[in-house]
């Protein structure tokens, strides 16, 4: 255990402990709110000696408070020496390419061969100990069977700058995807789905809320009054006929699922997605023998994170980065180019 973190309460103190601390902490000591409460709970933040257990408790300018910060634990996930893509690092982040099929955090079902497995053994003892454990700061997720870009954080100080970016929604995040049909902003048919709106540039604008679905738990479902509030921008980029399309997705919040569920929501399920893309067929007078069956036979979800910008939580400098589709959708993609 370190010496414990001394904190002078400043002048005109809000009303609550916790949101004292939260403001009159040391920045470089990367404590969030939410593990200042839990710290509260625990015991851990004193006056004088007395234990302060009541994060909404007042307190008074001048106090000085002591908090016992304990030592971050090391995560039982083992390292793993798996083979990463890195496109950037330093000292406080990087930014990886993820590959389809690679799993981002271990779970009951994946407990190993993950990307935080890798990068354990990547980092080695350079991780972030925010939440109590030293692990990459994992700041935003892609699914198993998506590719691309995902920054990680290995310090305490980017984790907590990330999140911040994330949760002001004020990260570029756009991703490439093929999907049955073309959400096209003069289909009249677009007009009556609920939640759907048009914007300049032939940008379609969902907004809705999402949650899991109600009878089927490993789902995600579109909501109106309820869920978590999310909106995707999609642009087409290339149509093939009008059987299929080649389309950009921009988040500006990022739910589980949000893109396929929101692509589906408009009916344009993307190429290969066995939970949201539906069983559709496109017309073999638009697209050739070969083209066809590179469709049906496309094992996951058309779906890759193609760029990510965000404002670099220690430098401020402005990052961005953009990443090739993988080969598989390259192929597929060359195969609708080629008729």
């Not at 005109?12 to 470089?28: I, N, S």
């Not at 970016?165 to 009249?188: I, K, M, N």
């Not at 953009?322 to 390259?330: G, I, T, V, Y």
Request: glycine share 12%; charged share 25%.
């Amino acid at each position: 255990m370190s010496d414990p973190l001394r904190v002078v309460i400043g002048a005109q103190p809000p009303g609550r402990l916790d949101k004292a601390l939260a403001r009159d902490v040391p920045e470089a000591a990367a404590l969030s709110r939410t593990r200042l409460a839990r710290l509260i709970a625990e015991g851990a933040v004193t006056h004088e000696g007395a234990a302060l257990t009541d994060a909404k408790g007042g307190v008074e300018e001048g106090w000085v408070i002591e908090i016992a910060v304990p030592e971050p634990e090391t995560v039982e996930t083992r390292a793993e020496a798996i083979a990463l893509d890195i496109r950037y690092e330093d000292d406080d982040l990087c930014v990886v390419m993820k590959p389809a099929g690679l799993v981002v955090h271990p779970a009951p079902g994946s407990p190993s061969g993950t990307l935080v497995n890798a990068l354990l053994h990547h980092f080695g003892g350079a991780l972030s100990g925010v939440g109590g454990e030293k692990r990459p700061g994992i700041v935003h997720r892609i699914d198993k069977d998506t590719s691309g870009l995902l920054v990680v954080a290995k310090s305490d100080r980017a984790h907590h700058g990330l999140a911040a970016q994330f949760e002001a929604h004020t990260v570029e995040r756009a991703y490439l995807a093929l999907c049955h049909g073309v959400p096209d902003v003069a289909d009249p048919r677009l007009r009556g789905v609920r939640g759907a709106g048009v914007e300049p540039g032939g940008v379609i604008r969902v907004t809705t809320g999402l949650g899991r679905h109600r009878t089927d738990r490993q789902r995600q479902a579109v909501y109106f009054g309820t869920g978590r509030h999310a909106v995707t921008r999609v642009r087409v980029l290339e149509n093939f006929g009008g059987a299929l399309a080649l389309v950009e997705c921009r988040l500006e919040t990022g739910r589980t699922h949000q893109i396929r569920v929101h692509m589906a929501h408009l009916g344009h399920g993307l190429v290969g997605d066995p939970v949201y893309g539906g069983r559709r067929k496109p017309s073999s007078k638009v697209l050739s023998q070969t083209a066809l069956e590179q469709v049906s036979r496309f094992p996951r979800q058309a779906l890759h994170a193609a760029t990510l910008g965000f404002e670099h939580p220690v430098s401020g400098e402005e990052m961005r980065f953009e990443a090739a589709l993988p080969k598989d959708m390259a192929e597929l993609l060359g195969a609708l180019q080629a008729g």
